[in-house]
């Protein structure tokens, strides 16, 4: 009887996870919070299949394919086909995978191109491994705007970052990755912000490779692994430049040469972390029988609802993310030049968002585990904090290492 009901009502599915009372999370674009089960999950990995299978495990609990697995559960959420996306180590690492192998595909090129809006360790990775090389590569970098008009034929490989962690403002993945391989470049998307959080197609828009962490919007829990996508028809072409020995083709023929796996295996490298895998496969759990675009459409509705109140609510704040909601990500960010006082004082009151310098406050929208209540309710305590100048207490500027 209440079927249709019931389906209109798919989001928020707030019993699926562990939300702390007194508490208005808006902060799940930099860590999800803990899914219902894990925790069960994580203790089954450890008591049942470590303490009493203990090596056997790799077999009977599946732990060698755990990886696979995951990223086939990964996989849909990202618009990617079975068998193309790879989990394990750090997102750090995997863009350096990516780099490295999307380099060698344009031995005749130097230049990788970023823009000044992704996130630092991506071009920290980029400007390591060129340095490695050392053949005179060079890494651009220039205004998220400009990015198209520098993509011409001296360009090997483009890496961005979809969603700006900032301001939350979205490139056009399609658009930029044809603007690419017109120029004959191989395209690299980060999607640390957009998996589970939009809708991303990338098999659709034909990007060589992808990558992306898995604790942010997919509630994998803190170090919990990351992910590489690389196209199907490319696959057998890259030449690791991490080439461990879980990539092999026979992992356990112990060869002393190295022979890349077949398929996207070979883009695995070492003993994957498997408390943390299996923490994530469950965590996946709460993305069955919602699509990423009924997500979408709840989180601008969030969004949306958000900015309409903190803007007549908090004339001093300043919105710092693109208007338009087809803009942007699953956050919102304000500037404030007291941001970081702000937000620490909002913090206190039970709203947990978080700040990036300068002068960011940065606000994350998962409608898996929020609905337009807990928006508005978090606008009104921001109102008070603003309109009392509560914020101005000293004990709010004492800075933490993790803003
Ligand atoms: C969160 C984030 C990272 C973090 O990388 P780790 O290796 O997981 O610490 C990297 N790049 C982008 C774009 C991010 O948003």
Redesign the pocket.
């Known amino acids: 009887m209440n079927a249709p009901i019931a389906q209109a009502r798919l989001l928020p599915r707030k019993d699926r996870f562990e939300l702390p009372d007194g508490i208005l999370y808006l902060d799940g674009n930099s860590l999800g919070v803990l899914p219902k089960g894990a925790a069960e999950r994580a203790a089954r990995t450890i008591t049942s299949e470590w303490g009493q299978d203990l090596i056997k495990a790799w077999n009977t609990a599946n732990w060698m394919h755990l990886p696979k697995t995951v990223g086939d559960r990964i996989a849909p959420l990202i618009g990617a086909a079975q068998g193309t996306v790879a989990t394990g180590d ?3 690492i995997k863009v350096y995978q990516a780099v490295a192998a999307a380099l060698q595909m344009r031995p005749d090129r130097k230049v990788v191109l970023s823009d000044n809006g ?2 630092p ?2 071009l920290y990775m980029a400007k390591g491994l060129i340095d490695t090389i050392g053949k005179n590569h060079e890494l651009k970098v220039v205004d998220p705007e400009s990015v198209v008009d520098a993509i011409d034929e001296s360009i090997a490989v483009v890496m961005l ?1 979809q969603v700006d ?1 900032r301001t939350g403002r979205m490139h056009d993945m399609k658009a930029i990755t044809d603007k690419a391989h017109a120029a004959g470049a191989v395209m690299i998307w ?1 999607l ?2 957009s998996a589970g959080a939009v809708p991303v197609d990338l098999t659709g828009c034909n990007t060589e490779f992808a990558v992306g ?1 898995t604790y ?1 919007y997919l509630n994998g829990g803190p170090g919990a692994p ?1 992910f590489i996508y690389a196209r199907p028809d490319i696959v057998e072409t890259i030449q690791p430049a991490l080439a461990g020995w879980l990539g092999h083709d026979a992992p356990f023929a112990m060869e002393l040469g190295y022979r890349p796996a077949m398929s996207t295996e070979r883009l695995r490298i070492g003993t994957p972390a498997i408390v943390q895998l299996s923490i994530l496969d469950e965590a996946l759990n709460a993305f069955e029988g919602v699509t990423m675009e009924d997500i979408r459409k709840a989180s601008i509705v969030l969004s949306e609802r958000f900015i309409a109140e903190v803007e007549r609510r908090c004339p001093m704040l300043e919105l710092a993310s693109p208007r338009d909601p087809q803009a942007r990500g699953s956050q919102v960010s304000f500037r404030f030049e007291k941001g970081y006082e702000a937000m620490q004082a909002l913090i206190e009151r039970g709203v947990i968002g978080d700040f990036r310098a300068p002068n960011i406050m940065r606000f994350g929208f998962t409608p898996l585990y929020l609905d337009e209540a807990d928006v508005f309710a978090a606008a009104e305590i921001l109102e008070d904090i603003m309109s009392t100048g509560a914020w101005k207490d000293p004990k709010y500027a004492v800075r933490s290492r993790v803003t």
């Open positions: 750090t997102l750090s992704n996130f360790t991506d970052t962690y980060d640390a912000h962490c942010k990351a």
